[in-house]
């Protein structure tokens, strides 16, 4: 073939409920490590980023994901070294379809040609990464000639948590004959035993104009409200956002029922469907049994991370933070212990996570949404106690950055200097704290807290007043266009 772009693209957008107290909405699970030193997301950029095809010329990618994110998403492509990926920005979650429709629009306009998409989820785990270029390398060269390609994993077990593919033909490049949801653990069975059945990982190979017109036959009005809001985009500090209102009107779809499941029911569309199998170990972590699965094993099937001692318990994943868990005489078990909340489920009822997220969501409690410890963009703070008119918090302040000038109605604060150097704004006052020294912040006053070294900074902070909340902040600037 002649050669071709290639942008590749990771889709960032998902919430991560199952894997609850540990992935939260404000810190999903692609943002999390599980037996790596990288995050889900910085496997999966490094991943396609590692890409070398001969017959293709690789751009920079991109990454579609949460506005509430853009931080992380910047901070974490950062620490790999990859600040070259655009961020296009989600104002709200319209599922896979329109993300997928940013990202094209967004590569066609980068290249000014049709580049081919290679467009993965971030939160999948992959054993072999040379198996993962392999299999991309097919599904490229088959997306050249005009196909929508998939990525299917050749499965290892009769596994009722995934979507099937069947496929048809022989050769490195299957003819996608039909789709298969979730089945029975018997039917699973019959799908392993048959051979021509492949998990659906999500993974989709195509050029640029074939999505868009792929996209514009099924679901014209999905593709009409996309170009829509991405016409009207803007560009700040490096993300990308189309119009608020104008991507709120997107209907929410997922790429496989907008398109990819109706191309082979509707075959006179013209878009021809096919798959390359993927032999590798793949999970794509939507439980706590996955992880349990992918794990390292002691020698009775269990998988123990952080501070943990295990007695006469087998095939159990205990998963510790902040504190240390122990175990007797468990089987089949999951423990889950965050510093303000602990997870205790069956590894057979682990799916069933996302209902206590709902439940507490229900009853208005933060635990299934806010982790303990926050990130923001210029570091991070944790809520170590609190009660009636006080909290205590540790912050962090990342070297060269800065909170927000701002106010409080409701609140005074006592900050102490544990490590590195503060530069404190009271008022018309400017002054330099170092370890063990503090000072304290009125009701009312404008401040500004800094990090000016080149080291992190952390302090103590000591919040007292009629009110604590997170909405009780006035910013007056903010080097990170928040308001």
Known sequence: MNQVHIVPIVLAGGSGTRLWPLSRQLYPKQFLSFADKHTLLQQAVLRLEGLRIPEADTRPGCTVGNEEHRFLLRDQLREIRQSGWKILLEPAGRNTAPALTLAALHAVDETGGDPILVATPADHAIGDADAFASALHGAILAAADGSIVLVGIRPSRPETGFGYIRCEGGGPVHRVGSFEEKPDFATAEKFLAHGGYFWNGGIFVVRASVWLRALATFRPDIADASRAAWAARTTDDGFVRPDKDLFAAIPSESVDYAVIEKCPAQPSAGFALKMVALESDWSDLGAWDAVWQIGGKDPQ??????????????????????????????????????????????????????????????????????????????????????????????IMVAPKRSLSLQMHHHRAEHWIVVSGTAEVTCGDTTMLLTENQSTYIPLGQVHRLSNPGAIPLEIIEVQSGSYLGEDDIVRLQDSYGRH
């Open 301 to 394: 099937g269990n998988v123990a991370h952080g501070d943990v001692a295990m007695e006469d318990s087998r095939d159990s994943l205990v998963y510790a933070t902040s504190r240390l868990v122990s175990t007797i005489g468990l089987d089949h078990i999951v423990i889950v212990e965050t510093p303000d909340a602990v997870l205790v489920a069956d590894r057979a009822h682990t799916q069933d996570v996302k209902r206590i997220v709902q439940q507490l969501g229900d009853q208005g409690r933060e635990e299934g949404n806010v982790p303990r410890l926050v990130h923001r963009p210029w570091g991070w703070y944790d809520r170590i106690d609190g009660g009636p008119r006080f909290q205590v918090k540790r």
